[in-house]
């Protein structure tokens, strides 16, 4: 792959995004973060964190419905594809991650935010939470991997070849495996095949973070369809472990058709939860 044919394609998304939208780079000590910013100037900040591969044009389908009321700062993740650069202090760790939000949020000037995050971002998203809970006012988490349980052995096997011989088409079979019968977008689908392929992606991982212990008001998201996990019932492990959350089965979703396919649902479950 060349990186210019991921740029391309980066440029495609960035142009689904509201003509309003700014693009802000946010120097922190692990390097430069790319920040899609749209919304009123005085709405309450929403920090948007993707999924793996997606950047945070993935919100491009929900920014305009989210923006009428909220500040968005959608961000393309330290250490995945995108245009954040990362340099200085390495990121070797869950606890890079975190510290590196905490230095992002400090940029961009926000004391406290609400924060949503899709699948590996809902999980740096309730690291996040945990970590400075101070600052976050309300967490949703829309198909969180790794949050509430584990992936399915299945999916882990199937999503195998895209991290050890990254190509485009194997990328594009398994986003077509796990989306199966749900329309997904030929633009965002381009941009995570050659997402995977960019050189020098460094996707940190880690453990699970104590979900019970989050105290802000919780939004739990699980797609219907998804295969990263049986969503019946990780949305019951949820309901057990946040009794005062709000855990909710979006149907027809797949893991992959979020948050961009069919976003009017996923919308108006955010915003009824913010408020």
């Known amino acids: ?12 998304l960035r142009a689904r995004w509201p003509e309003s939208t700014e693009e802000r ?36 389908a929900n920014a305009p419905a989210l923006g009428k009321r909220y500040r968005v700062h959608a961000v393309d993740l330290m250490g995945d594809a995108g245009r954040t650069e990362r340099r200085g202090t390495p990121l070797k760790s869950a606890d890079d991650l975190t510290a590196w939000l905490d230095a992002l949020l400090d940029g961009l000037g926000l004391a406290r935010t609400h924060l949503c995050g899709h699948s590996y971002g809902s999980w740096l ?6 970590y ?4 976050v006012d309300r967490l949703a ?7 509430f349980a584990g992936l399915r052995p299945g999916y882990l096997l199937r999503a195998l070849p895209t991290l050890i011989r990254p190509s485009e088409a194997r990328a594009r079979t398994f986003l077509a495996w796990e989306t199966a019968g749900v329309h997904l977008d030929e633009t965002f689908q381009r941009l995570y095949a050659l997402a995977t392929t960019v050189p020098g992606r460094k996707v940190v991982t880690g453990g699970r973070p104590r979900a019970a ?13 998804s295969r990263a996990h049986n969503a019946v019932k990780v949305a019951d492990r949820a309901r057990r472990t946040l009794p005062q959350g709000e855990v909710v089965v979006l149907p027809g979703a797949a893991h992959h058709s979020l948050p961009l396919t069919a976003p009017e649902q996923l919308n108006d479950r955010l915003l009824d939860f913010l408020g």
Not at 1 to 12: G, H, I, T
Not at 132 to 135: G, H, M, S, T, Y
Request: no cysteine.
């Open 125 to 130: 998203a309730a690291r996040y939470a945990l």
């Open 1 to 12: 792959m060349s990186l210019p044919a991921f740029d391309r394609v980066y440029e495609e």
């Open 213 to 225: 212990d989050l105290r802000m008001p919780v939004l739990a998201l699980f797609a219907e369809h």
């Open 141 to 147: 988490l829309v198909d969180p991997t790794q949050v």
């Open 25 to 60: 780079d946010v120097d922190t000590p692990y390097g430069r973060t790319r920040v899609h910013v749209y919304g009123p100037a005085d709405g309450s900040p929403l920090v948007l964190l993707p999924g793996g591969s997606s950047t945070g044009l993935v919100w491009f």
């Open 132 to 135: 400075a809970p101070q600052r």
